[in-house]
């Protein structure tokens, strides 16, 4: 298999064709094939480098799948808000088809692309939200009384640190996929409509 389809690299660090890749690397692209039919492209564009790779989806596989008081639906949607901050196009594209197949939902996805306030939400999904706008696009005025109006909506310290952790990764990631032009797969855009 050679390169995927529209995941752009920069010139030195280039994706490496899929047979080029070590057997774990193959390993888990095929456990993608075979549980999401596709290997995002975000994880073809770390491939060039196992270290980064594993940091990456380690980092990535324990703030949306590990144990927390945030659902997956409600991490998917921390990402999308944070990614319709920063209008990362990959980013959006990937996470609102999560939040469209998790939800069940297919407006719920398109409101929470453009404007989540636009969506009717439960006050402690709003505030969630409101949270990762804010330390998205002004961290530097966080303050005590935006974590304060957190555990006011029934969120606990642990689930401040969950959401905090999940709007800095997606801020990481959107810059990178910016950085780099990656484009999302085309499944993304289709999926759960």
């Known amino acids: 298999m050679s390169q995927p389809k529209y995941v752009h690299a920069l010139k030195d660090v280039p994706v490496p064709a899929r047979e ?4 774990g690397t193959q390993k888990y692209f095929a456990v993608c094939d075979e549980k999401l039919g ?24 324990e703030l949306m ?8 639906l409600e991490r998917e949607m921390i990402a999308v808000a944070v990614s319709s901050v920063n209008q990362c196009f990959y980013c959006l594209t990937a996470h ?3 939040v469209r197949e998790l939800s069940g939902d297919p407006i719920l996805g398109e409101l ?7 969506a009717e939400l439960p006050a402690k999904q709003r ?8 330390l998205t696009k002004t961290p530097n005025e966080m303050e005590e009384s935006d974590r304060q109006a957190l555990r006011d909506a029934g969120w606990t310290d642990r689930d401040i640190w969950d959401i ?9 990631s959107n810059r990178m996929a910016m950085a780099i032009d990656m484009m999302p797969n085309e499944a993304y855009h289709s999926q759960a409509r």
Do not use: H, Q, W
């Open 38 to 61: 596709m290997v995002p492209n975000v994880l073809a564009a770390y491939s060039f480098d196992n270290a980064k790779l594993r940091a990456f989806s380690d980092m990535y596989g």
């Open 112 to 118: 929470m692309v453009m404007n989540y306030r636009a």
């Open 127 to 134: 505030a969630m939200l409101d949270f990762a706008y804010k």
């Open 96 to 98: 609102g088809a999560a």
């Open 65 to 72: 799948l590990g144990e927390s008081g945030l659902t997956k």
């Open 20 to 23: 080029e890749l070590d057997e």
């Open 164 to 172: 905090s952790a999940t709007v800095s990764f997606f801020n990481m």
